[in-house]
């Protein structure tokens, strides 16, 4: 009765009170007096919240801010009492109308406080578990794994002249290759050493034509030279790494150190070396935090590493109180300016939503 009234001094009281947000009226109560009695004091909060911040955008600069500011810090602390405290008391309202409306003011709001109140309500939601299920290497061998295979190829031949059929130009350094091993598991490669075509037309004999003698005595033509083939853009000791990946045939015998990770996470894209990309995703979410998550995050976002990309996310919904008070490169990866199909705001709501769903279907499991 209270919610359907409006009268939010005598809500507050009876949630201070033990009184259950969520409990609907719908069925014990056929005479509510408003629609909004039937879904909880929780829909008259999400109403009053909406109609804020509606009101917010309307209002002209610098009429009566600061009682909207605290009128806007009153609404989210009552949030706060009323926010579930059990995963299956999470509606489908509560996760695509109002988490939704708190990002919307996240990311219009201009006052710390209320932006850290936003932060710390969504920390809540989000909970303390592992930020995501670990990320999952498809190469990398299990804890109990038997001792790896041998290589594919003995490693002597990794920037081998001998028997070399192409070689890289990498930071002005050559670099020898043997294509075989080369286009066997990268498609960039595959297409980069493939012949033109109008070569392979020349070099292919005529339909039902022998080969045609040559004169008595004459010398045989000398082979082709080993083509020269230029890569822009990644350093020297970071394609080593990505030929020793694929001439040992996988992730288990490859040295890679924690400083290269994200380097050879970009070769591994470019080159469409999926495992090694899992492999470099794996590594690179174990050493998430603090001071190196918006450059983990960009990385992943841009070499579409999608599994890193969630773990990211899930760490910084997990620490935004944090990492707003911490460095002033989260501030400007959450509000600056948004480029087309880069919305991180967006992201983390999307990544708190499948959260939710995703601890409300274990909650119905169990």
Known sequence: MACGVGNLELVQLLLA??????????????????????????????????????????????????????????????????????????????????????????????????????????????GWEPPVPAVRADAAPPAAAPAPAPARVDPAYVNNPSLADVTFRVEGRLFY??????????????????PPAAAAAALAPAPGAGAAPGPAGAATPAAPAPPLVQINDIRYHIFERVMQYLYSGGCARL???????????????????????RYCEARAATTVDLNNLVSVYIHAKVYGATQLLEYCEGFLLQNMVALLTYDDSVKRLLFGKRLPGHNVLGGLLTTLQKRIEARKNQTKAR
């Open 17 to 126: 009170h033990g009184a259950d947000p969520f409990l609907s009226t719908q069925l014990n109560d056929g005479l509510c007096y408003s629609a909004a009695a039937q879904f909880g004091c929780y829909r008259y909060l999400h109403k009053r919240l909406r109609r804020h911040v509606l009101r917010g955008r309307d209002r002209p600069p610098g009429h009566n801010t600061g009682a909207a500011r605290s009128g806007r810090a009153v609404l989210l602390q009552d949030f706060l009492q009323v926010c579930p405290s059990d995963d299956s008391h999470y509606s489908n309202q509560f996760i695509y109308e109002c988490l939704p409306l708190l990002f919307n003011i996240l990311r219009y709001s201009k006052k710390e406080g209320t932006v850290l109140l936003l932060a710390d309500i969504l920390c809540a939601v989000y």
């Open 177 to 194: 290759g043997h294509k075989i091993v080369l286009v066997s598991e990268s498609p960039r490669l595959r297409a980069m050493l493939a």
């Open 255 to 277: 040295a890679l150190p924690e400083a290269d990770v994200l380097e050879v996470l970009a070769a591994a894209s470019f080159f469409q070396l999926r495992p090694l990309q």
